[in-house]
């Protein structure tokens, strides 16, 4: 299957990726997108023979839990809306604690790294399957970026990736931007995951721009696609012609010029790229997997998986402890970066609440943050927020807190809630987390 060159859709761009010239194919997040309708522009994209390709983003296929069908359900409805030849999702989780841990269910509102060990390869491959069964066309996953590394890892990234691929048949969608981010916050040799995953396997390529900041390199997508992600790329192509190359980009977007320059400039390396090709190195002997855990109950394997993971984000976006082993210091830059990330989430889904509030709504929603962890989605967080500020009887200036209270009436509920109700609520927070 060729898709050739396109780039991420996006409403804010829409009328420019209709005009970008040479354009093959499109992707667009899938959860943006309803089940039973299309935005004009994707119709009209369509229409022309372009290929739009849903990407998932809210799956969490490498959390301790099965894959909820209600998600997959709604990712299989927007497959069959769009006609597309595959749809795309992330190894990464998302989601961790509730049931299977005792502790309170957090969102990360993020796509963060699964440890790379047998047990969470198991886990993963399993929901692949389930992800596989429920899904009408074919499965393709992106190897994501990282701030942070997981101690006592037993598998490299192309190890892991190519076991994946192994087991479950599925397709892969290699980001080059993230083996990027990869090399400069874990040291990692992106020419030795290329070498040691299966580039048979790809079914197509992301490209995008970051920006490097005190030594770590933070994934962006708001910013130009750089010359070191533009050699993994070429680095690649010498290796396989890619059936497709996307341009990445959902944020500070810039003219239409530029956007087509960005992506003249991917041609111009794929090019270069060809003319160096090299056949493939020989993949590395598969990893043997180590005794520990052999025979394991598989629920036993999700409990252990669900645990680590529930540490890691409640230290994230929770304050505790970060869990033994981790750089304190990268958990700190991650757990900023996440907060940063709600606040401009936020903002989007929600943009009447910093006009409401002013100058002062990125700090009032940091150090909301702090104490709230995100447990329902960016606009559940918004009406909390809203919530948060009102039971405090803020804002301090009477119009803006009646502007904020019809906010919150028109959304959640006729009256915010009183006090006890509060103090109710926090009570059962704290008897669900014993």
Known sequence: MKLGIGIGWRPEIADAVEALPGIDWVEAVAENLCADHLPASL????????????????????GADRPDPGRL????????????PLVTEHIAFVRAGGARTGSPALEAGHLLPVPRTWAALDVLCENVRVAQDSLPVPLALENIAALISWPDEELTEGQFLAELVERTGVRLLVDVANLHTNHVNRGEDPATALDELPVEAIA????????????????????????????????????????????ERDDDFPPV????????????????????????????????????????????RRDRVAVAQASLLSA???????????????????????????????????????????????????????????????RRDALDFAEHLLIAGRPADASSRRRLTHWWQDRAAPLPPRRTTRLARAARSVLVGR
């Open 43 to 62: 119709v009209r994209l369509r229409e022309r023979g372009v290929t739009v390709v849903p990407h998932g983003v809210s799956l969490g296929l490498g």
């Open 73 to 84: 359900a709604g990712l299989a409805a927007r497959a069959t809306l769009l006609g597309t």
């Open 204 to 247: 197509y390529v992301h490209v995008a721009g970051g920006v490097e900041k005190d030594g770590v390199w933070h994934d962006t997508h708001a910013h130009p696609v750089t010359a070191p992600v533009l050699d993994v790329l070429a680095e690649l192509r010498s290796r396989i012609a890619p059936p497709g190359v996307l341009l």
């Open 257 to 300: 010029a530029e956007l087509a320059g960005e992506l003249d400039t991917i041609r111009a390396t794929l090019d270069a790229g060809r003319s160096n090709s090299r056949r493939p190195l020989a993949h590395a002997p598969r990893a043997e997997p180590v005794a520990r855990g052999a025979g394991e109950p598989e629920e036993a």
């Open 316 to 378: 994230l976006v929770a304050g505790t402890p970060a869990p033994e082993g981790f750089d304190h210091r990268r958990i700190g830059i991650q757990s900023r970066a996440l907060a940063a990330k709600r606040a401009d989430v936020v903002a989007k889904v929600a943009p009447e609440l910093p006009e409401i509030l002013g100058i002062g709504y990125r700090d009032a929603f940091l150090a909301y943050a702090r104490s709230r962890p995100m447990s329902a989605g960016y």
